[in-house]
């Protein structure tokens, strides 16, 4: 079982950068699917992107110019980064895991990040 901590976000200024990690505990990373999710308010839940376990990653293709996923396997911990914020960005984002190949669904899930842009 793996337990995630997020850190990061925060506010930010239209075209800024921020950054969003995702701190595994419990087991390693290297096992495992790491998936970044958002949800505005109001809004349902957005799939941004998912790394696999082998460290494969891919970003939805909506924010792919802007957004990179990134794992490094030393400290445990996935990273969402994302560049040229706007307010449509404003969100809280999630992080989740999921045993082995990504799947549909995820088992173990982060507090959550808000991360907010305005002027």
């Known amino acids: 079982q793996v337990q995630l901590v997020q850190s990061g976000g925060g506010s930010v200024q239209p075209g800024g950068s921020l950054q969003v990690s995702c701190e595994a505990s419990?087991?390693?990373?290297?096992?495992?699917?790491v998936g970044w999710v958002r949800q505005a308010p109001g809004k349902g839940r957005e799939w941004i992107g998912r790394?696999?376990?082998?460290?494969?990653?891919t970003v939805a293709g909506f924010v792919s110019d802007r957004f990179a996923i990134s794992k490094d396997a030393a400290k445990n911990t996935v990273y969402l980064v994302m560049h040229k914020l706007t307010s449509a960005d404003t969100a809280t984002y999630y992080c989740?895991?999921?045993?082995?190949?990504?799947?549909?669904?995820?088992?173990?899930w982060g507090q959550g990040t808000q991360v907010t842009v305005s002027a």
């Open positions: 989740a895991a999921v045993w082995g190949w990504c799947k549909a669904d995820y088992e173990y």
């Open positions: 419990g087991d390693s990373l290297s096992e495992y699917c």
């Open positions: 790394i696999e376990s082998d460290g494969d990653p």
